[in-house]
């Protein structure tokens, strides 16, 4: 039995399907180069044919991923066959996914077609896709609730017309590890050709069982497994790939596999995730919450001060947690603030790391250390400020509890600065009001959050929020030591993704 198992990351395709978890161009490209350092197995990057934005989206990741096979979703329809090859075009190593339910009810009320003619279906779409792409994946959408018989013949009929991976997905998240375990070795055993390919389980966590079912599905001979940073996804979300990878590892013996993952940049990419999506990973979730290796309760403060694994079956450090070896000052060069950014995983360009140096900088001359999370705030500042993009150039803020808020902003709007002056209720409001007078559009705030990023007085305050404009949504994130400041920027963020 192989004891390698594959990692198919779909943080950017059903990952980014879930509200609230959108995602544009450059936000994607900057996900998947972090998912290469991580070293998935295979990036799915969209699904080409549901938008010109995935298309794109697909195509600008096959073209810069060179150490991982970039994927696209299909349905079993030629057309989506045919986008999906002109996206993947570029790729080093692509790879086409092709899915098609299954089981009862899909088939009888979602696609309305009789058991053979999913099977015929199924046969001749990976067929044509095969055409185009040595590297073919089929999905039995639903397989959990699909009949092992009929699930037994089309897995067998898209072998033998030239699938590669054969996934069997809890699609809704119902099924149980041991229905799971028991599923996976029913396909391994009984059907003809599958030693021959790979075996993938893609499992959703609507019972908050996609982690245990997919440890269980590789229990069962699956080679390969599907999951997403932080476990985001449709409704309750994916199997969180973080979770999977470390269960792998920390209970090798069980399990006897494992994957080429590095477990070191996990930290980091659910760190990314949130400053991308601007939404909070929870303190406690699995791995890489903040509280993951938080430890309050005075007897297990004693217990790992005696013996670190009295508590702790990981290190922090397993995972890339940062370790504050480094802090840096006002006086640190820039040799010094690039080679820390290196070391916990940021790779900038020119423009960005020019104004991420210029941020620390001016962050150093408020605090007398900046730690790693201050840097990390720093480099996950997208590049709002940018030539030709809305900018803050000043802000003056009145308010009390007597009097109306009031705030007086300049902003600078590609060559021309902008001056408003707008009232609200607080100084947050009369901020926003200025800020869509000046660009002449009436935003919508719909979610908005504070946090500290370090402890004390002069900690960074980081603002995630997110915008409306008829239907399309924008997320935006500030930093500053002023949480004032901080959330005027995520506001001009977010609109810059606008314009």
Do not use: W
């Amino acid at each position: 039995m192989d004891t390698r198992i594959k990692i198919l990351d779909t943080t950017l395709r059903d990952g980014e399907q879930a509200p609230g978890f959108s995602m544009d161009l450059a936000e994607k490209l900057e996900m998947a180069r972090q998912l290469v350092r991580l070293k998935v197995d295979i990036i799915e990057a969209g699904f080409a044919a549901s938008s010109p934005g995935d298309f794109e989206s697909v195509r600008q990741v096959a073209a810069q991923v060179k150490d991982a096979s970039v994927c696209s979703l299909c349905r079993a329809v030629e057309r989506d066959i045919d986008i999906a090859r002109d996206a993947l075009k570029a790729a080093v190593s692509p790879r086409i996914h092709v899915f098609l339910a299954t089981s009862p009810i899909h088939m009888k009320h979602k696609l309305r077609m009789t058991p053979e003619q999913v099977l015929d279906l199924a046969a001749k779409s990976v067929a044509y896709a095969k055409k185009f792409c040595p590297d073919v994946q089929f999905s039995a959408e639903d397989a959990t609730r699909s009949d092992r018989g009929f699930l037994r013949e089309v897995i067998a009929a898209v072998i033998a017309a030239g699938a590669t991976t054969v996934n069997l997905p809890d699609t809704v998240g119902y099924a149980h590890p041991e229905e799971m375990r028991a599923l996976v070795e029913a396909m391994v055993r009984n059907t003809p050709g599958i030693e021959k390919v790979t075996v993938a389980v893609h499992c959703h966590n609507d019972l908050g069982l996609a982690t245990a079912n997919s440890l269980a599905g590789i229990l069962g001979g699956a080679t390969q497994v599907e999951g997403t940073v932080g476990g985001i996804g449709e409704r309750a979300g994916n199997a969180a790939l973080e979770e999977v990878i470390m269960a792998l590892r920390v209970r090798r013996e069980e399990f006897g596999r494992d994957c080429r993952l590095d477990a070191t940049q996990l930290f980091h990419a659910g760190r990314l995730l949130q400053s991308i999506t601007g939404v909070s990973l929870a303190p406690n979730k699995a791995v890489i919450g903040q509280n993951a290796f938080a430890h309050e309760a005075g007897i297990h403060q004693h217990g790992v001060m005696a013996e670190r694994t009295t508590y702790e079956i990981m290190t922090p450090a397993s995972v890339g947690v940062p370790q504050n070896q480094m802090v840096l000052g006002k006086h640190s060069g820039r040799h010094a603030f690039e080679e820390r950014l290196g070391a916990l995983g940021y790779s900038l360009g020119k423009p960005e790391l020019d104004a991420a140096f210029e941020a620390f900088k001016a962050l150093a001359d408020k605090k007398k250390t900046v730690h790693d999370r201050d840097l990390m705030a720093i480099a996950g500042r997208r590049a709002d400020e940018l030539p030709g993009r809305i900018a803050l150039e000043s802000f003056v803020i009145h308010s009390g509890s007597t009097i109306d808020g009031t705030a007086v902003l300049k902003l600078r709007v590609g060559e021309e600065i902008v001056q408003q002056v707008a009232m609200g209720d607080g100084p947050v409001d009369a901020a926003f009001k200025a800020i869509n007078a000046i660009v002449g559009h009436p935003f919508a705030l719909d979610s908005y959050s504070l946090n500290a990023v370090t402890e004390g007085g002069d900690a960074l305050g980081e603002a995630v929020l997110r915008l409306s404009l008829g239907e399309k949504t924008f997320t935006g994130r500030g930093v500053s030591t002023d949480i004032i400041e901080a959330t005027v920027r995520a506001y001009i963020h977010a609109v810059n993704k606008f314009f």
